[in-house]
């Protein structure tokens, strides 16, 4: 496999260089700017302090997520959703899949009554912007997390976090399974998935889809084999932004 050489030099089963830069926005009790190569995601994470009318009561927290992406992060420039009047078919279903990824990983009664909700905005994109929304929105939350902790909404020997977790794209291009699709592999894929797994490797949701050729259980495999890999390095770079010393802008 690691003989093809792809448009960009990567080998088939290397990730674009990834970089999350914590703590980037000053006001956000919790945020970081991921970049996947070209695709850039400022994801921020806003604690409040009790949950929705529907949970209260319950000793139980709550985690959400908003994701959207910029008039111009894409080569032409798109209308506003808030302009047109109504969220997209896509954005929405983006943000529960971040939403659903997240509290993957998050222990409801122990965050207590609480929220959180992560906004994931687009910078720029050159594929794989819902992977890199989830990447990124974990060290957001996690670092929320730690903030409400400090603030003793949290308690100080409650452990909501229980793991963490990242997400990547594969697919097939020419036949070959490839990891961490950029736009112009993605557009002419055969087969096309976003993989989204915790740190200890579970899998929190497959979404995969043939857009070609239908795959069979050995391309699965192989998909599924290079998504692990992929995210298993993710979660090293997510645990390297959150390392005390990793701080960013937070100042």
């Known amino acids: 496999m690691t003989d093809i050489t792809r448009a960009d030099g990567r080998t088939p089963d290397q990730l674009r260089p990834v970089t999350i830069e914590r703590g980037w926005s000053r006001q956000a009790e919790g945020s970081a700017l991921i970049s996947f190569g070209n ?13 929705p009318r529907w949970m209260s009561g319950k000793g139980r927290g709550w985690v959400t997520a908003e994701y959207a992406m910029l008039p111009r992060s894409t080569n032409e420039r798109m209308d506003r ?27 409801m009664k122990a965050l207590g009554e609480n929220t959180i909700v992560l906004d994931c ?11 890199a929304a989830i990447t990124g929105a974990y ?10 902790r400090e603030h003793r909404f949290i308690g100080q020997k409650a452990t909501p976090l229980i793991d963490s977790v990242s997400a990547v794209s594969v697919g097939i291009i020419d036949g070959s399974p490839m990891l961490d699709l950029a736009y112009v592999e993605d557009v002419r894929a055969e087969t096309d998935m976003n993989v989204v797994v915790t740190g200890r490797g579970l899998f929190v949701e497959v979404q995969g889809t043939a857009e070609g050729a239908p795959f ?36």
């Open 139 to 148: 060290v957001a939350l996690a670092e929320a997390l730690e903030w409400g």
């Open 39 to 51: 695709t850039r995601v400022l994801c921020t994470a806003s604690f409040t302090n009790g949950v």
């Open 121 to 131: 905005d687009v910078l720029q994109a050159d594929g794989g912007t819902r992977t």
């Open 81 to 107: 959703e808030s302009v047109k009047g109504r969220v997209g078919g896509r954005t929405h279903e983006i943000s529960r899949l971040v939403g659903r990824s997240l509290r993957a990983v998050v222990d």
């Open 216 to 251: 069979d259980r050995g391309e699965l495999n192989a998909l599924l084999d290079l998504a692990l890999a992929g995210t298993t390095e993710l979660a090293g770079v997510q645990a390297a932004a959150l390392a005390p010393a990793a701080v960013g802008a937070e100042g």
